[in-house]
């Protein structure tokens, strides 16, 4: 069955240090990989999209890197703040028609002032 | 633009009563999400609507669930009855075809 992983574990960092996020996944060929920002008691918050035949992305202090060989994502916040403490999601999809996205459980950061 | 509009936020029940959660899309989104977090289970995809119609409804858990979406800019997913173990936080998310979610703040339901 299709499986998604993210590091359970939460992931400590100091500020203005580079925090790095995995996704990992198998069974499943994904036409496309979103990233989500979940903050306590609220809903995701889209970030990122990036497509099956692109490598990289990049948005302001983020970036977001594919490779459907390794079938994984990395998701980096540069230059890290403590308002980037949140809970991040990656979530996959399909493509064509459904628009249906399949989410990881998420990886919680924390960023030390 | 308001957002993905749901309510209740909060719905506290008993056992064997009927729930109904509403939500209003954002305007010109085809899709329309149901999805259900709790701690254990994450993020799971319940039931999704294109353009005011169902298209899989695979992820609803049973019988007791159902979801309609009379026009685009109403659905509604009412448990019946409701069992604590449906507790969990049920969000609402519309989204334009190959383009990110837009969440709504989400209904907690506790069935006690």
């Known amino acids: 069955s299709q499986k998604i992983e993210q590091n359970s574990e939460a992931l400590n960092i100091q500020e203005g240090k580079t925090a790095t996020l995995t996704c990992n996944y198998t069974?499943?060929?994904?036409?496309?990989l979103q990233w989500y920002r979940q903050d306590p008691g609220r809903g995701p918050v889209f970030l990122l999209l990036?497509?099956?035949?692109?490598k990289e992305k990049r948005k302001e202090r983020l970036k977001v890197t594919f490779d459907t060989t390794l079938k994984q994502s990395l998701f980096h916040i540069t230059a890290s703040q403590p308002a980037d403490s949140a809970t991040y999601l990656c979530a996959l999809g399909d493509g064509g028609a459904t628009n249906k996205l399949i989410f990881g459980t998420g990886t919680l950061l924390a960023v030390q002032p | 633009d308001a957002g993905v509009i749901q309510s209740p936020r909060h719905e506290v029940t008993e056992m064997g009563q009927e729930v109904t959660l509403r939500c209003k899309p954002i305007s010109g989104h085809d899709y329309l999400f149901w999805y259900r977090q709790t701690m254990m289970r994450g993020l799971e995809l319940l039931i999704y609507f294109n353009n005011n119609v169902p298209i899989d409804d695979s992820g609803m858990p049973e019988d007791r669930f159902s979801a309609k979406m009379p026009n685009a800019s109403f659905s509604t997913l009412k448990i019946q009855p409701s069992e604590p173990r449906d507790s969990a936080v049920y969000f609402c998310a519309s989204s334009p075809r190959g383009y990110g979610y837009t969440f709504g703040s989400g209904t907690r339901l506790t069935v006690v």
């Open positions: 069974n499943y060929s994904p036409a496309y």
């Open positions: 990036i497509r099956e035949n692109e």
